[in-house]
């Protein structure tokens, strides 16, 4: 338990222990930064990581600065980043041949998988938004308000409280499988209630909210039982955190929103029409109840997919959809590509100012996913009430 | 040619019966049925159980086809159906709203005749003005005018209207009513239309039922139906029925009873 902490804590810490290893070339950086096996240097090194929170000597804070090839590269893979780090095309092709072996490597090991799932992570959430919202009818439904992440949360605490051994999963494998399991146990549910309840949507919604309570609850008492350690694990947890998603996960996630968005694009004309109001969709043949079965299970599962491994970022569930149909209206043939690429966006924005803001520190992405998405959402919210 | 019989008809909310062996005059290509009937009565509840909306027993029957005999899907290329409420007041444009319904609906049209059609249907219909404006911005009664636009985008055999006339003014009343039925005698369709008002009702309709507490207490031309006893019976007012030059039926409502 100690040392998955200090390994968590090293996955904040990305920055630092790059510059770290650039400067003393004792370990391979990828087994450090993926945390992968640690025991047998971060036993060690224990004593070094917990210097690294300590402030920085000056010299070496500039050193950061003035070699920081890797990261500007890969701010531009970063589809955010190259905004407004304004590069030259030409530019990174000369920088991408100048990458020595270790540039090289946290190059594709750590920055562009960290990339690549802010993209994957961001599309999901948007695209499950927008369609929890429309076949909702309601503007704050969002895998939140369905209890889908907060039941990831929960599988991850009993996860890192109870830690139970399964056998044919490897140990790193435990908490994103049972965060899993949790959030797709919790969207199945909703999908009994979705049938059974002959798919009233408040029902749905009120269920979904029961469900939060219920899975906050389960948390706290295991919270209640868990140590200090323990706990704090749980909360960076839910912080959200990009860092921890290696290539396996870009491809899972990625897979995962590709599989379902051809399924939601097929519906895009009903989820417009939906827009009309229920009792006309219904009064034209519409089998509203069916058609919600299917999209509730499909913003579950993507949810369940995207949160599984990086955390709770539920947030960019509601701003990514809102600030789409604020910027692309109500059809959905626009609104749905567009939530999801509104998601992508505000998640790729967030988590470049997570690791831009401070330097050498990664500030969760989770915290800063609100604190970008406000300040966009209030802007255009305010932009559309002056053009009225 | 078109037909539509309607015969012992019943329905359920629950364990309360809403619908009481419903049968309805035999309806013929090109003839519009008005169904009155107090708050309450069932009007709504008919028109869902007849759109297929609302589960019921009894026969329905189109064309001499059994409802209960064709799939939904089916069902639903005949019959165009406009609910009570109109649509939602969401940032939906009325233009986005009937593409959409048409796409949904897979009606086999061409963009350019889609969009020809939802002109014609918009310009008919008064509504080619507010086709780019989110549907919150519409007043009532052009939201409701929107809601027909969308019954009327399929041109249905069977076209059931509920109160389509409850928010639209003293122009807009009678034009939509004469559109309906200038609509269906041209292509010999069938219109039901739930209706408040009783002079439309003996105006536009060719048959009329009354409705009371789920069972039809009368059935019938205008003039058969609509008598003073029968009103004073059903809605509870005071009524004088006059003959019109013209020979159209005038009701005066006088009171309250
Ligand atoms: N969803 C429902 N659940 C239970 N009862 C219902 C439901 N809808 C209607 N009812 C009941 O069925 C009866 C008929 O209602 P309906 O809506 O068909 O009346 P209506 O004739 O359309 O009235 P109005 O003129 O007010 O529109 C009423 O007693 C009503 O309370
Ligand atoms: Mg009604």
Redesign the interface.
Known sequence: MQDSLVKDRQMFDVFRIDETIAEHEFVNPIRVIRGEKLSHVGTERTADNRDLGKPQPVQQKRQMVRQPVCIRVCGIVNTADSALAGQTKHRLVEDLASLNLRQRIILWEVRLPDALIALAVGAALGLAGVEAQTIL?NPLASPFTLGVSSAAVLGASVAIVLAPSVTFLPEAAILPALALVFALGSGMLVLAVVRFGRGARETVVLFGIALVFLCNALTAALHYIADADAIQQIVFWTFGNLTRAGWTEVWIVSACFLLLLPFSLRH???L??L???E??A??????VSRLRTWVILRSSVLTAFAVCFVGTIGFIGLVGPHIA?LLL????RFLVPGAALCGALVLSLASFLSKALISGVIIPVGILTAVVGVPVLLGLLFRQRRVS | MTSFEVANLATYYGRTQALHDVTLPRLGAGEVLGLLGPNASGKSTLMRCLSREKRSTGRILLDAVEQQTITHTRWHEQVGSMPQAPPAPSDLMPTELMWSTARALAINLSDAELAAKIEQVFVRLGLETVALAPLHTLSGGKRQLVGLALALIREPALLLLDEPTAALDLHWRMAVLEMVREEVSRRGGIVIAALHDLDLAARYCDHIALLQHGRIVAAGSPEEVLTPAALAEVYHVEAEIHHAPDGSLRIDVLRPI
């Open positions: 009818n895009v004309w009903l417009t029409l827009r009309g109001g009792a006309h219904r009064s034209l043949g519409i089998d149909r209206g109500e059809d959905h």
